[in-house]
């Protein structure tokens, strides 16, 4: 499937109004709000030319967020609201590691969850009612009236099933 495809499908299917996405300056790190509007260019850009990867739950293709300078000017450039949070990306992965350490595997959703969780925390977002809801029923949290779907660093846009 093409990339442009994948994004088209992905899109259609999705019900959030925004995504939040993390944005680094320096050890500084802030929600990035990115509309609903923008989210096609957005996971282009995200995307540049690579290839796709399979979907672990057997859904089809994925586009996998990985960290880079493109894609973190684009964010900035293209974010209709930043939110300064009170914790860092090496907070992150402090608590990532100890929860291996303590339990002898990753949290739940790895990284993403945890920056999930501390950031609906942070911004008094209202969690929707089923962790992990089908992106097709609404966003991770409304914050501001907006229905966010919150992604960290590795987060895939997978096809659904």
């Known amino acids: 499937m093409k990339t442009a495809d994948i994004i088209t499908a992905y899109l259609a299917t999705d019900a959030a109004d925004a995504y939040g996405l993390p944005l680094e300056n320096g050890d500084r790190l802030s929600l990035a709000v990115i509309p609903h509007a923008k989210a096609a260019d957005l996971l282009h850009t995200i995307a540049d030319g690579k290839a796709t990867e399979k979907a672990h739950n057997g859904s089809g293709e994925k586009i996998r967020f990985n960290k880079s300078k493109k894609v973190a000017e684009w964010i900035a450039k293209n974010a209709a609201e930043i939110y300064a949070l009170p914790f860092t990306a090496a907070d992150i992965e402090t608590a990532y590691i100890s929860h291996i350490k303590a339990y002898g595997k990753q949290p739940s959703g790895g990284r993403g969850s945890?920056?999930?969780?501390?950031?609906?925390?942070?911004?008094?977002?209202?969690?929707?009612?089923?962790?992990?809801?089908?992106?097709?029923?609404?966003?991770?949290?409304?914050?501001?009236?907006?229905?966010?779907q919150i992604k960290y660093y590795r987060a895939g846009f997978a096809l659904l099933k």
């Open 114 to 148: 945890i920056f999930e969780d501390w950031t609906i925390k942070a911004l008094n977002g209202d969690r929707n009612t089923k962790q992990n809801e089908s992106r097709t029923e609404g966003g991770d949290t409304r914050i501001n009236g907006h229905d966010i």
